[in-house]
């Protein structure tokens, strides 16, 4: 089985509803299991005094109406905050392509190929990432700025994991 197919077969598993998947042929064996991530939405309250308060007091319909326009207030604050959490157009991901161990330079002597502030080019070198002996380096696809490196040095990185943040020129 050369590299290739190996790639294929990672695309394949990772796009697919299989969760644990393995094979053994012409003396490789191989083994991948997706876990999926788990988004745990918790709404807290504002201030836990004003929730005393509201079942401390008689409840009447002005009240009522009070707390309701509180609530719309909140809610419209969180709405506010998450459009800011939006990612930019003018940001690259560069996500990994498969799953490895990432280097962020070629030697541990060396300097890291990028960091924070670094310009890139299309083609530079931004990282290493290791899949069964085989080193592939991981290019830039734009011109542009790192803004944020997401994974550190001998990490072990999944499929389609997001690696660096790059701002485009």
Do not use: W
Not at 5 to 16: A, G, H, P, Y
């Amino acid at each position: 089985m050369d590299y290739k197919n190996i790639q294929e077969l990672i695309k394949t598993v990772s796009d697919s509803q299989i969760t644990c998947f393995e094979i053994e042929t012409e003396g490789i064996r191989i083994k991948m299991e997706k876990k999926e991530d788990q988004v745990v939405v918790e709404r807290i309250p504002a201030s836990s005094t004003q929730i005393a308060t509201a079942t401390q007091d008689q409840l009447t319909r002005k009240n009522i109406e009070m707390q309701e326009v509180h609530a719309t207030n909140i809610e419209n604050d969180v709405s506010k905050n998450a459009a800011k959490t939006i990612p930019d157009e003018n940001i690259c991901i560069v996500k990994s392509p498969i799953v490895g161990t990432m280097y962020t330079s070629p030697s541990a002597e060396s300097k890291n190929f990028v960091k924070v502030g670094s310009k890139v080019k299309v083609g530079d070198t931004l990282c290493i990432l290791e899949a069964m002996k085989l080193m592939n380096e991981i290019e830039s696809e734009v011109d542009g700025e790192i803004l944020e490196v997401l994974v550190s040095n001998e990490d072990m990185v999944e499929y389609g994991q997001p690696l660096f943040k790059i701002t485009k020129n």
